[in-house]
């Protein structure tokens, strides 16, 4: 663990294989480990790049909540690269991580080859209704920690999937979230879920983007269809693909097909020259 963050914050990150490289940016219920079937696979011809954001140990958790926003997570993917001297990545963030990723990508487009977004979107379509369960989930974890927030997602319809297709990695999923911090999530879920705007607040900035964008999600990952579309229309150099019977956890629920696509447009805009 280094000192990455422009601000101080120390992170947690891993790497494996050769170039080119592919940065991996988690979701809120992940960490590094959630792109392990992905690792195991792009490795042989990709160095693959993850990390833990602020407040998911062995990152640093900060105290206060005004170290946790949506810029802040883009300036961690900035501070990454940086770190290990890497000039241009393909990027693959999933939920949470695809919004900082896309962001990433909107702030420092001659850093990105491509850009890979999973499951993005959720509160897209009803903001004040997402701001209300995001405290909502943050008082949760304050009062019950961890516990209480795995028992909570076990109960959305969207996770349910992973744990009736892959239990195996449903069980892993769980685990890797009991040893996470309250704090660091209550504070995430404040600072960074809670505050971001919509998706379509950047129509403008995505019309102009020129990047290869591969928009993945989940058939019924409901909250993330209409935000998907709109980004599939919107973006220049985009493509769509919703994986039938599948839900928010996709590279984990079908990690074989969703390996298959992902490794495909990557080669493709690596051939390309991005």
Do not use: W
């Not at 940086?82 to 693959?92: C, P, Q, S, T, V």
């Not at 920690?145 to 769980?174: H, T």
């Not at 591969?214 to 693909?241: A, I, N, W, Y």
Request: glycine share 8%; proline share 6%.
């Amino acid at each position: 663990m280094s000192q990455l963050a422009g601000d101080g914050v120390k992170l947690y990150y891993e790497e494996r294989g050769a170039r080119p490289p592919v940065l991996f940016v988690h979701e809120y219920g992940g960490s590094c480990r959630s792109f392990d079937l992905q690792v195991d696979v792009f490795s042989s011809r990709y160095r693959c790049i993850s990390f833990n954001a602020r407040g998911y140990p062995p990152s640093e958790v900060p105290a206060s909540v005004d170290d946790y926003s949506q810029d802040k997570a883009v300036s961690e993917i900035a501070a990454v690269l940086d770190r290990l001297g890497i000039g241009k990545a393909h990027l693959m963030g999933v939920s949470m991580g695809a919004a900082s990723s896309l962001q990433f990508a909107l702030k420092e487009p001659a850093r990105v080859a491509s850009v890979t977004l999973v499951g993005i979107g959720s509160g897209s379509d009803d903001p004040a209704s997402f701001r209300e369960t995001a405290e909502a989930t943050a008082k949760l974890l304050d009062s019950g920690g961890m516990a209480a927030l795995v028992e909570q997602m076990g109960q959305n319809p969207s996770r349910r999937r992973l744990r009736d297709k892959n239990p195996q990695e449903y069980r892993r999923f769980v685990e890797q979230l009991l040893a996470m911090s309250p704090l660091g999530h209550a504070n995430t879920m404040r600072g960074v879920q809670a505050r971001r705007p919509p998706l379509y607040a950047h129509e403008t900035r995505l019309a102009s983007l020129r990047l290869p964008v591969l928009v993945v999600v989940g058939e019924e990952d409901t909250g993330c269809r209409k935000p998907s579309d709109f980004l599939q229309r919107t973006l220049p150099d985009s493509r769509l693909h919703v994986i039938r019977e599948t839900g928010h956890c996709v590279n984990l629920e079908e990690p074989a097909e969703f390996n298959r696509l992902c490794l495909g447009f990557i080669d493709q805009a690596q051939a390309a020259g991005r």
